[in-house]
């Protein structure tokens, strides 16, 4: 007697899906702690690991949370100094490289935080704070005082 091979039909419809999950690229304490669970789960239960090994790994744990909150802060203040930079450039004679290659000179009379980097107007063109490769001080007014 023989019997027929089963075969697997192929799924259709919303059954169908595979679960793809894309690769972490950095280290975070998820990871670290997913590590960490499965060397415990999977120690000899004659030479468990040692507590001393247990601690070094927790606080490696902390160290890099607190260096990551590190980054994250540096980060922060790098955008804030732009920011102020870029602000302190307000009425200002600035020099910048426009987007052909050529330097000019003008005065910077607004500034958007839109994008990743500041953007500041100048004569009427929006330039972005890294293109800026000088500053000469507040145009000259043309009007002269008057005399009482």
Do not use: H, W
């Not at 606080?59 to 922060?76: G, V």
């Amino acid at each position: 007697m023989t019997i027929p091979a089963v075969t697997a039909a192929p799924t259709t419809g919303m059954y169908s899906s595979t679960v793809t999950r894309a690769p972490k690229q950095t280290m975070d304490s998820e990871v670290f702690m997913s590590l960490l669970v499965t060397q415990l789960r999977n120690q000899d239960p004659s030479s468990p690991m040692d507590t001393n090994q247990m601690i070094a790994q927790t606080t490696q744990l902390a160290m890099m949370e607190k260096l990551n909150a590190l980054a994250t802060t540096n980060e922060e203040n790098f955008s804030l100094q732009m920011r102020m930079a870029a602000a302190a450039l307000v009425g200002q004679e600035v020099t910048f490289t426009d987007a052909g290659g050529v330097e000019s000179t003008g005065q910077a009379t607004a500034v958007s935080y839109a994008g990743s980097v500041p953007q500041v107007t100048v004569n009427g063109q929006t330039i972005a704070l890294d293109a800026i490769s000088g500053v000469t001080g507040a145009k000259a007014s043309s009007v002269e005082p008057v005399e009482p």
